[in-house]
Every structure is written in structure tokens, then in C-alpha cells.
């Protein structure tokens, strides 16, 4: 059947907060753990690497399960996979605060949690691109800006939880926070159900009354109907079974070049906010001075988002959408490079802002431009296997740049190291995107 025209508001403001919160979680919810990591490393007697796999595992469940999420979307559908994987996401970090070890915490904390926002992330995007076209990257920067608000609330609320309750009490509360995601499921309503109903009720009548003469009988109307309707059903009945995984998107070339971009980028992006926090303690920063400075990317990040959707949807900056998407990876990467020596809080909070706009625009423009190349039919499919391959540089950055600091106790050469990262993805993504496409 034809797909149901996107109806660019309604109903579909609504599964844009729902979107809004999943995102919120999904990206915040990993940097905001760090907070947490001095407590962790006394109690269990661990490094900074051992502590950075806690988020990577998280991260690498968001990415790595893509592929089984999409299967399960296309078989399911987008609202009970939701719910399900609200329930997870909160059974992880109820059970992850009474773990005894660090493997217990990574299995719960990390795979568990992981994989219940995975569930909930990738079909809020989905439905978000059914019930969006010509408002689609204002849609996409307005639910990015999730990732920050939640980022700006949820570090310092984690700060005041662990002086408060500690980390045990933290995570159980963090827990019941997660059960969000299932309200945020139960209002992704599909699209086509609606829709078509509508759509049958409506030529049903329009049917009665061309078939009904003047003065005719109502009940030759009814038969009429009813005889039409058994006609639609016996034609609907020989489906072919669904594709659950759309691999004939590898032979599209602009796909290609943006994962291979997407990859290179991933390496190097989540690898700052996730050491910043204690990098400011180590140079003498209080703790709260410290986690604040995630609040501060977070609030410049929330205005980059939406500021960087409405750039991108209009008419004229559209059509060239991926080269504004790599000006922002350069933007994001030459920041992380020039503030590498930035050793006092005036440094920090300056790297902080640029950072946050140019994270914000590379938030906003990543799944616009994704949708943009591969379209709405096949854009379950193609982010679920981006964002596989992305779970390996996911597993790769933060827990390697983790282990530079606990060898060479310098941060200086791991923001060069993720700076070039990003600039790489972004120079491949514009000279690939110029000499290919």
C-alpha cells in the first residue's frame, strides 16, 4: 500500500515530545553516569578506563543493537517495542545499585539499561519521520535538543543524589526516572491505522450514496458496503512477507560515504564530554564547579539544536544539507584541538560554549541528513546498521582515550587525538560527498 501522506503537525507534535524525552535519555543519560565515577573508582577499587566502559557499554548497546531493533520494528511495531524497552532501561539501574562488583555493574548498568534505551531510541526517530516531511529538519533539531536539556538537568541532579543518597540510592532513583520511556511509547501512535480508517470510512459513504438511486432502498446501500468492504479484505489478503532487514541500501553510494564518516566521527565525539568532568576535578575544580560544566554545553547545546534544524530546512541550504553537516564535524573538531591546553576553569568553561554549538549542529543535522539520503521507507533499516557499525567506535573511543590518561596522565594529547578524528570525518565527508555524488 502507498505510504500515508506525513501530516507535518497534529498528533505528531505530540510523538515530537515523546521523541524529544527518548532522546533526552538515550544521549544524556551516558555522560550524566560519569558523574558518578570517582564514587564508583573508590568503591570498587578501579581506574578511569574500567569506569569509562560503564557509558561506552551503554553507547555500544544504543548503537550496536540497531540492526535488532529494526527487526523488531518492522515486526512489531514501533509502540510495543517502546514499552519494552522502558521497562528494561529502568530494571537495569534498579538492579545496578545493588551490584557488588564492576562486571555486575556493567552487565546491568551498561548491557541492561543499553538495550532498553536502544529500544525506545530508534523507534522514536522512525515515527518521527512518518509523521514529518517539510517540517522534518525543524522536527529533527527540536528533538535533538533533548540530548542537552537532559544533559543540563540530569548532571547536576545526579550530583546532589550522590551527596544525598549516595551512589545505590542515585541509580535507584535514576531507575524509576527511566519509566518515562514507557509513557513516551504509549503515544507513538502509528500513522497508517488512523489514517486509513478515515480514509475507508469516508468512501464508504461517498460509495452508499453513488450506488443508492433516488428513493432506493437503505438496505441495497448496506449490501453494497458491505460487499465492497469483503471485496478490499479478499484483495488485502495476499501480503507478501515483510523485509526485516533492508540490506539494498549498501548499493547506495551516499550511504556508504556517510557511515564510513559517521564512524571516523564517533571515534572522537563522545570522548571530551565524557572525560570533562573528571579532568576538571584532577586540575582542582570543586566537584559541583565541575559537573556544572556539562550544564553549560548542555544550555548552549539546547538553542544550537533547533537554531541549526531551522537553518538546515530552509530552501535554499536543504539540498546541500551534508555540507553543512561537515562544516559542523569541523567546527566541533578544531574546537576539541585548540582547547586542548586549556588548564584553568575560564579555559575550560570557554571550550565548554564552542563546544556546545558545534556538538548542538552535529545533534541536529546527523539523522537529517541519514533521512535525506536514504529516505522514509528505508530508514529503519539504514539506521539500524549505521548505527552497528558506529557501536564499534563507540566501544573503541572513550574506554582507549581512558587508558592514554591512565598511562601518560595527560589530557592535552586526547583532545588533539579526538580533535583530528573529527576533522578527518569531516574533510571525508565533504570531498567524498563533492567527487562522488
Given at each position: 500500500p502507498a505510504p500515508v501522506k506525513p501530516p507535518d503537525g497534529g498528533w505528531g507534535w505530540i510523538v515530537l515530545f515523546g521523541c524529544f524525552v527518548i532522546t533526552g535519555f538515550s544521549y544524556a543519560f551516558p555522560k550524566a553516569v560519569s558523574v558518578y565515577f570517582k564514587e564508583l573508582m573508590k568503591d570498587f577499587h578501579v581506574g578511569y578506563s574500567d569506569t569509562a566502559w560503564i557509558s561506552s557499554i551503554m553507547l555500544a548497546m544504543l548503537y550496536g543493537t540497531g540492526p535488532v531493533c529494526s527487526i523488531m520494528v518492522n515486526q512489531f511495531g514501533c509502540r510495543p517495542v517502546m514499552l519494552i524497552g522502558g521497562l528494561l532501561a529502568s530494571s537495569g539501574m534498579i538492579?545496578?545499585?545493588?551490584?557488588?562488583?564492576?562486571?555486575e555493574l556493567y552487565l546491568t548498568a551498561g548491557v541492561l539499561t543499553g538495550l532498553g534505551m536502544a529500544l525506545n531510541f530508534q523507534p522514536s526517530l522512525i515515527m518521527l519521520g512518518t509523521y514529518f516531511d517539510k517540517r522534518r529538519p525543524l522536527a529533527n533539531g527540536l528533538a535533538a535538543a533533548g540530548s542537552p536539556v537532559f544533559l543540563s538537568s540530569l548532571s547536576p541532579l545526579g550530583q546532589v543524589l550522590l551527596e544525598k543518597f549516595g551512589w545505590r540510592g542515585g541509580f535507584l532513583i535514576m531507575g524509576g526516572l527511566l519509566l518515562n520511556c514507557c509513557t513516551c511509547g504509549a503515544v507513538m501512535r502509528p500513522l497508517d491505522m488512523g489514517m486509513k480508517r478515515k480514509m475507508e470510512k469516508a468512501q464508504d459513504k461517498y460509495e452508499a450514496k453513488e450506488m443508492l438511486?433516488?428513493?432506493?432502498?437503505?438496505?441495497?446501500?448496506?449490501?453494497?458496503?458491505?460487499g465492497t468492504k469483503k471485496a478490499k479484505k479478499a484483495?488485502?489478503?495476499?501480503?507478501?512477507?515483510?523485509?526485516?532487514?533492508?540490506?539494498?541500501?549498501?548499493?547506495?553510494?551516499?550511504?556508504?560515504?556517510?557511515?564510513?564518516?559517521k564512524f571516523i566521527l564517533v571515534l572522537g565525539l563522545f570522548v571530551p564530554p565524557i572525560l570533562l568532568v573528571n579532568y576538571a576535578k584532577d586540575t582542582g575544580v570543586p566537584d559541583t564547579e565541575a559537573a556544572f560544566l556539562l550544564s553549560i554545553i548542555g544550555f548552549i547545546d539546547i538553542f544550537a539544536r533547533p537554531a541549526c534544524g531551522m537553518v538546515a530546512g530552509l530552501k535554499w541550504v536543504r539540498p546541500h544539507?551534508?555540507?553543512?553537516?561537515?562544516?559542523?564535524m569541523l567546527f566541533n573538531g578544531l574546537t576539541d584541538i585548540c582547547s586542548a591546553r586549556a588548564s584553568n576553569y575560564t579555559?575550560?568553561?570557554?571550550?565548554?560554549?564552542?563546544?556546545?554549538?558545534?556538538?548542538?549542529m552535529v545533534g541536529a543535522l546527523q539523522f537529517e541528513v541519514l533521512m535525506a539520503i536514504v529516505g522514509s521507507q528505508k530508514f529503519s533499516s539504514a539506521i539500524g546498521l549505521v548505527l552497528l557499525i558506529e557501536a564499534f567506535a563507540v566501544l573503541i573511543g572513550p574506554p582507549s582515550a581512558g587508558r592514554l590518561v591512565d598511562a601518560l596522565k595527560n589530557y592535552e594529547v586526547i583532545f588533539y587525538l579526538a580533535g583530528s578524528e573529527v576533522v578527518l570525518s569531516a574533510l571525508f565527508l565533504a570531498m567524498a560527498t563533492y567527487c562522488c555524488l
Open positions: 538492579l545496578a545499585s545493588f551490584t557488588t562488583n564492576i562486571i438511486p433516488i428513493g432506493g432502498k437503505s438496505e441495497e446501500g448496506i449490501s453494497t458496503t458491505d484483495k488485502k489478503k495476499p501480503k507478501k512477507g515483510k523485509k526485516l532487514l533492508d540490506f539494498s541500501i549498501f548499493s547506495n553510494r551516499g550511504f556508504i560515504i556517510y557511515t564510513i564518516s544539507v551534508a555540507y553543512l553537516f561537515s562544516f559542523a579555559g575550560l568553561v570557554i571550550f565548554c560554549v564552542f563546544f556546545g554549538i558545534s556538538y548542538g
